[in-house]
């Protein structure tokens, strides 16, 4: 069984015992998270698609750390112009273990 869900502008899609990196999220480190935006469940046999979401349907999960991701270097340059810059960024990231889905 897994379930397709949105969170922070993106989808994923979550089974149970699956650890996902999500954005950063609120909860502290083993606090309980869910989320209800549930666009799609499948539980083997058949597929339940939401319009937009599935009414009922949950993925249940357990902050497991928060978390910085790996560097991230933005270089632009332009050539024969003598124009160059470095930007970069880490992001912050909450890994999230799957405890269970719910279905409407």
Same mark, same amino acid.
């Given at each position: 069984?897994?379930? @397709?869900?949105? /969170?922070?502008?993106?989808?994923?899609?979550?089974?149970?015992? +699956?650890?996902?990196?999500? /954005?950063?999220?609120?909860?502290?480190?083993?606090?309980? $998270?869910?989320?209800?935006? =549930?666009?799609? !469940?499948? /539980?083997?046999?058949? +597929?339940? =698609?939401?319009?937009?979401?599935?009414?009922? +349907?949950? !993925?249940?999960?357990? !902050? $497991?750390?928060?978390?910085?991701? /790996?560097? !991230?270097?933005?270089?632009?340059? &332009?050539? &024969?112009?003598?124009?160059? &810059?470095? &930007?970069?960024?880490?992001?912050?990231?909450?890994? $999230?273990?799957?405890?269970? @889905? $719910?279905?409407?």
């Amino acid at each position: 069984m897994y379930a @397709i869900f949105k /969170d922070g502008g993106r989808q994923y899609r979550a089974e149970k015992g +699956a650890t996902l990196e999500l /954005d950063q999220q609120g909860p502290k480190e083993g606090e309980k $998270v869910e989320f209800t935006e =549930v666009v799609l !469940v499948h /539980d083997g046999t058949k +597929a339940t =698609v939401g319009a937009p979401t599935v009414k009922g +349907a949950k !993925v249940l999960g357990e !902050v $497991v750390k928060n978390f910085r991701g /790996d560097k !991230v270097r933005v270089f632009k340059f &332009r050539k &024969r112009e003598g124009y160059h &810059r470095t &930007r970069g960024h880490r992001s912050e990231l909450t890994l $999230v273990k799957v405890t269970d @889905i $719910v279905t409407g």
